[in-house]
Structure formats: structure tokens, C-alpha cells
């Protein structure tokens, strides 16, 4: 089984905002694509994330900075992480540590609805089995960002990110090297993602 710790970490906090979720009054708005603007400067330039709601948060992963590591020489005791032929990405600095599998289709008990037929899985025994059974169905990401309620609005009321509507393919995207450039060209459409009472955001870092 690989590391055993950082997915017991993963998975609290997933099933923790699953929890948040799921005793939210009304929803908080919908998934959305963020493109960096030009602009931005920091951890976040030229990145694309995919953000969800999750009750009054919001929840994302940046779906272009692959790294130089694979899943095999990071768990080299687990012989089928070495059938994964793509890098881990660097899905944001919160619990960067940690493990993520995002698929399609429900992969059960440890798992994320993020929209559409798309699910993230921090459970031990999901992401083990998604390993072993389809390891080259899913994109794996280490960590991801966090939005306090309504963080999310201000940064792109402030300028801080073009928003339009998510695209599940981004996630598999066998190269994603030119994604922020090929992003930042398209038409802006703004999509809703606030609060139902007023809209907002900002990004969360620790």
C-alpha cells in the first residue's frame, strides 16, 4: 500500500469538507475554470485551476504544473505505481504532501463529487485500487487550494482570474505545457461561483 499517512491526512480532509457539503443550506454556485490573468504574480501565474463548491468554501486543483516526479519513484515499494505513465502534478500548497486521484465516475467510500462524471479520491483504498485496476485513468495530484467562504468572488472581482466554464478533458490532458497560454486567448465568459448572498474569495495558502 503506499504512504498510509499523508492519504489518512488527505482523506479527513476531504471526508471533512464532504461533511460541509453535505449540510450546507443551499449551494454556494457552481464548479469554474480559472485562468490567471496576465497580470498575477506569485505561486498562481500563469496557472488554469479547476475550483468547486464545497458547501461555503470552494475547493480546486491547478491542472498545469506537472512535476518531474512519478508515482513509481515516489512509492517504490508499491510496484503498480511504477504503470503510471504520467507525472504527479502540483495541484496547489494545501496539503502539498498528500495524495489525490481525480477520475471518472465514482470510485466509492474516500471519495469527492467534483462535477459532472468527475470524483476525487483520497481514500486509501480507492486510490490504491484506481492504481492497480486503471492506473492511467486518472490524473494524480499532490495537494490542492482552498478557498475560505467568499475569498473566491474578491480575487476575481479583483482581477486576479478569467472565469468561464470548466472542461473535465483539462484534467487528462496527456501535455499542459501550453494550457495557460492557449486558456488566456478564449472569449471571457463569467460564470457564478459566490455565495447565494453576495459573491467572493481569496486564495488559502497554509
Same mark, same amino acid.
Given at each position: 500500500?503506499?504512504?498510509?499517512?499523508?492519504?489518512?491526512? +488527505?482523506?479527513?480532509? =476531504?471526508?471533512? &469538507?464532504? /461533511?460541509?457539503? #453535505?449540510?450546507?443550506?443551499? %449551494?454556494? $454556485?457552481?464548479?469554474? *475554470?480559472?485562468? +490567471?490573468?496576465?497580470? =498575477?504574480?506569485? &505561486?498562481? /501565474?500563469?496557472? #488554469?485551476?479547476?475550483?468547486? %463548491?464545497? $458547501?461555503?468554501?470552494? *475547493?480546486?486543483?491547478?491542472?498545469?504544473?506537472?512535476?518531474? &516526479?512519478?508515482?513509481?519513484?515516489?512509492?517504490?515499494?508499491? %510496484?503498480?505505481?511504477?504503470?503510471?505513465?504520467?507525472?504527479?502534478?502540483?495541484?496547489?500548497?494545501?496539503?502539498?504532501?498528500?495524495?489525490?486521484?481525480?477520475?471518472?465516475?465514482?470510485?466509492?467510500?474516500?471519495?469527492?463529487?467534483?462535477?459532472?462524471?468527475?470524483?476525487?479520491?483520497?481514500?486509501?483504498?480507492?486510490?490504491?485500487?484506481?492504481?492497480?485496476?486503471?492506473?492511467?485513468?486518472?490524473?494524480?495530484?499532490?495537494?490542492?487550494?482552498?478557498?475560505?467562504?467568499?475569498?473566491?468572488?474578491?480575487?476575481?472581482?479583483?482581477?486576479?482570474?478569467?472565469?468561464?466554464?470548466?472542461?473535465?478533458?483539462?484534467?487528462?490532458?496527456?501535455?499542459?505545457?501550453?494550457?495557460?497560454?492557449?486558456?488566456?486567448?478564449?472569449?471571457?465568459?463569467?460564470?457564478?461561483?459566490?455565495?447565494?448572498?453576495?459573491?467572493?474569495?481569496?486564495?488559502?495558502?497554509?
Amino acid at each position: 500500500m503506499i504512504h498510509r499517512r499523508l492519504r489518512a491526512l +488527505a482523506i479527513t480532509c =476531504l471526508l471533512a &469538507l464532504g /461533511a460541509a457539503a #453535505a449540510h450546507a443550506q443551499a %449551494p454556494s $454556485g457552481k464548479a469554474v *475554470l480559472l485562468v +490567471a490573468s496576465p497580470a =498575477l504574480q506569485g &505561486l498562481y /501565474a500563469r496557472t #488554469a485551476l479547476v475550483a468547486v %463548491p464545497v $458547501g461555503d468554501r470552494y *475547493l480546486g486543483f491547478i491542472v498545469n504544473r506537472a512535476t518531474e &516526479l512519478r508515482l513509481g519513484a515516489l512509492f517504490p515499494d508499491h %510496484p503498480p505505481s511504477a504503470k503510471v505513465h504520467d507525472p504527479v502534478y502540483l495541484g496547489g500548497p494545501v496539503m502539498s504532501d498528500a495524495l489525490f486521484a481525480v477520475v471518472k465516475g465514482n470510485p466509492g467510500a474516500g471519495s469527492l463529487h467534483l462535477f459532472g462524471e468527475l470524483f476525487v479520491a483520497a481514500g486509501t483504498e480507492a486510490i490504491d485500487r484506481i492504481i492497480e485496476q486503471t492506473p492511467n485513468d486518472a490524473r494524480y495530484f499532490a495537494g490542492f487550494v482552498g478557498w475560505e467562504p467568499g475569498e473566491l468572488a474578491r480575487e476575481i472581482e479583483a482581477g486576479y482570474w478569467i472565469v468561464s466554464e470548466p472542461d473535465a478533458t483539462l484534467f487528462f490532458r496527456p501535455d499542459t505545457g501550453n494550457l495557460w497560454e492557449e486558456l488566456v486567448k478564449r472569449p471571457r465568459t463569467q460564470a457564478a461561483c459566490a455565495a447565494p448572498s453576495r459573491p467572493s474569495l481569496s486564495v488559502v495558502t497554509a
